[in-house]
């Protein structure tokens, strides 16, 4: 009863001052301020022609008047008049001197385009509300503001950007010989010959360059079941760095020396890209306490710009909260691949984890998985195991998040034209990560990654180290 009376009264407020700019007599004329207030009044009584009609005039009197804008923008959502509205609150935007006003200009502009179905755009403007956001609550504001709209957006979208030092490009030994080939050499020495490198084959340092965007479009979701089509494209090129190309050089030199046509290897001859197009879908147990997932995937990569393989690949998994802070999760995975240089491959892998917050905010996780590779090729033929645990510290150290992930892996082959006995590979890796909290741009914050890895095969071509570092950003929310 209340509340009807508090509306009639502000439409009666609002009313009295419409019909007073709407009097012929100069002696009831009211000045700017005046009829603002009276716009005001009107949109808080739901009275959005009057509102609407006011803000007309008011632009009438001055085109720049930024809150005339952005009251005419909230009239207009109200009526329905989406395009309209946006507009006008880019009009608000345009004209704004303050990051008040330019707060409010953008989360009208937001709003607008969302209630139109532009909510991908709706977004954009949230995040310029955040940039600009007059004071920590008004930020926090326009987060909660773009979380409500990413939920409703059948659109998700992700990119992601790397410039990275790479100490392995190619994946080259970190051994200056190996025995290779024993099989040719069998007739005169069982265990082959210790042969020295190339220096293709061993590790090349550079730069690594990509970028990677995973979007999908959610075509039909229920209460508890979602459907969504996926799309992902990457791609990921090198420069080499100077010492690597004078070892490059320095070996085409020899081989020209030695009659033979240079190798002339470049960055680019590493380059590796991604084209994927796929199904996925998820259903939330009845208790909410889990989730089932399946994906499914057409792809093709490319290798130097050349088509490498095409593959299907699929994964099935059951995520379980067995309490408030521990998660549980049961992965099937499948990939089939048809080579348009080397082999066809087909793997296949089962992998368990737990994840669990800690008392003091910190979360831990620990995961162990198993997998095969069959081929027509035996020598890419292996049984692997891998363990994996990972470290995220609650609390920021000095405004920066701060991730550690630990991984091992043991990969068994059966045969290999270097060994009688086949190759067994042993690699261990591990990584940290930062998220600079304190430096926001956008909703954005830098990202550093910094990983290291090593391998240690019973074949020399096989002793791998890596370091890398990756510079990113990570969305805020």
């Not at 990413?150 to 790397?162: A, E, V």
């Not at 024993?182 to 010959?193: A, R, S, V």
């Amino acid at each position: 009863m209340a509340f009807h009376l508090r509306k009639h009264l502000l439409y009666a407020l609002g009313f009295a001052f419409f019909a007073a700019v709407q009097a012929p007599s100069a002696e009831t004329r009211i000045s700017p301020v005046e009829m603002e207030k009276a716009a005001k009044l009107s949109l808080a009584a739901g009275a959005d022609l009057q509102a609407l009609t006011l803000a007309d005039a008011l632009l009438t009197r001055n085109g720049q008047d930024v809150t005339a804008h952005m009251i005419r923008s909230r009239a207009l959502r109200n009526l329905g008049e989406f395009g309209k509205a946006q507009t006008a609150a880019l009009s608000g935007w345009r004209y704004a001197r303050t990051n008040g006003e330019r707060y409010s200009a953008a989360l009208l502009a937001a709003q607008a385009l969302s209630s139109d179905g532009k909510r991908t755009r709706a977004q954009l403007w949230l995040r310029r509300a955040h940039q600009v956001a007059p004071t920590p609550a008004h930020a926090s504001r326009a987060a909660q503001d773009f979380k409500y709209v990413q939920r409703r957006n059948p659109w998700s979208t992700h990119l992601s950007f790397t410039v990275a030092p790479n100490s392995n490009i190619n994946n080259g030994s970190a051994r200056e010989t190996s025995a290779l080939y024993y099989k040719f050499f069998e007739p005169f020495n069982p265990e082959g010959i210790e042969a020295t490198l190339s220096a293709a084959s061993k590790a090349l340092s550079g730069l690594e360059l990509g970028a990677e965007v995973q979007s999908r479009y959610r075509f039909k979701q229920t209460e508890r079941t979602a459907h969504d089509l996926r799309l992902g494209l990457s791609y990921r090129s090198y420069t080499l760095s100077n010492r690597s190309r004078d070892d490059l050089d320095a070996q085409d030199a020899e081989r020209i020396a030695n009659g033979n046509a240079p190798l002339d290897i470049s960055g680019s001859d590493y380059a590796y890209g991604t084209v994927r197009l796929g199904y996925g879908y998820k259903r939330l147990r009845e208790d909410r306490r889990g989730e089932f997932a399946l994906t499914a995937d057409l792809g093709q990569t490319f290798l130097a710009g050349t088509r490498y393989n095409s593959f299907v690949s699929a994964n099935v998994g059951q995520s379980f909260y067995a309490n408030q802070t521990t998660k549980l999760r049961l992965d099937l995975g499948l990939d089939i691949r048809q080579a348009q240089q080397g082999s066809d491959t087909q793997s296949v892998s089962i992998s368990t984890g737990v994840s669990k917050q800690l008392a003091n905010n910190d979360g831990l996780f620990l995961g162990v998985s198993a997998g095969a590779q069959s081929s027509e090729s035996a020598q890419l033929e292996y049984n692997e195991l891998q363990l994996r645990g990972g470290y995220v510290i609650g609390k920021p150290v000095f405004g920066t998040s701060i991730q550690i992930g630990l991984e091992t892996s043991f990969r068994d082959y059966d045969m290999s034209p270097h060994a009688a006995s086949g190759r067994s590979d042993f690699e261990i890796s591990a990584d940290i990560s930062a998220t600079f909290q304190q430096i926001d741009y956008f909703g954005f914050h830098p990202t550093v990654r910094l990983s290291a890895s090593a391998t240690n095969s019973n074949i020399g071509l096989y002793d791998i180290n890596r370091v890398g570092l990756n510079i990113g950003i990570a969305s805020a929310f």
